[in-house]
């Protein structure tokens, strides 16, 4: 598999609350063409059956598919907006954040899946099946079970595993924080300090 230059960017900004209904199935993207394709060396990203499943969980626009093709159905966060450096965040009906990267406006994809838990009062969270759940117990304990943590489901070992080991905590999501390795992403949740969920990130991979 070819592989990306290491390099992530670090907490993106808070999503404005929203009251839209979920992403319908006419909101579905295409599938990015790398994930379809053989893993044999031609691709640059080449997602295990976990992430796959962790990325359709968040929205219908897959990691490394082309901004481009879905922006139509996405709006811009304009406190971010789209600068030189192309480091642009698209919330679609949901209230699901995408952070787009690319060398040029044509070359957009994304990268980034981000969830603020006050844009969900009141409404289950699809992502990772956290549904209704808003306290760290509880919320860990469907993350896991989504995930399959325990039961053999992951392809590579390790993958999937939640760690919410303090020592750990990046500071991207919140003062206290859960994370798992995917192939080749990984999740972070964060919560504060009373337990109560804050926000979820998905890095998709390492990009430049």
Known sequence: MKSRCLASIGALPALLAVSHPAVGAQDQAELPRTANAPCDGEVDYCPSAVQLRVDRSFSAFPIDSALAAARDRLTEIVERGCDQSNECEWRDRSGVGHFAWGDDETALT?????????????????????????RQADVIANVRRFLGEGEGEGEGE???????????????????????????????????????????????????
């Open 158 to 208: 390790g993958e999937g595993e939640v760690d919410c080991d303090p020592a750990h905590v990046s500071g991207n999501v919140g003062p206290v924080e859960c994370s798992a390795t995917l192939d080749p992403g990984w999740i972070q949740i964060g919560f504060d300090r009373d337990g109560n969920l804050l926000r979820i990130r998905f890095d998709g991979y390492h990009f430049t």
């Open 110 to 134: 994304i990268v980034i899946k981000t969830i603020e838990a006050e844009a969900f009062a009141g409404r289950p969270i699809e992502a990772l099946g956290i549904g209704t759940a808003r």
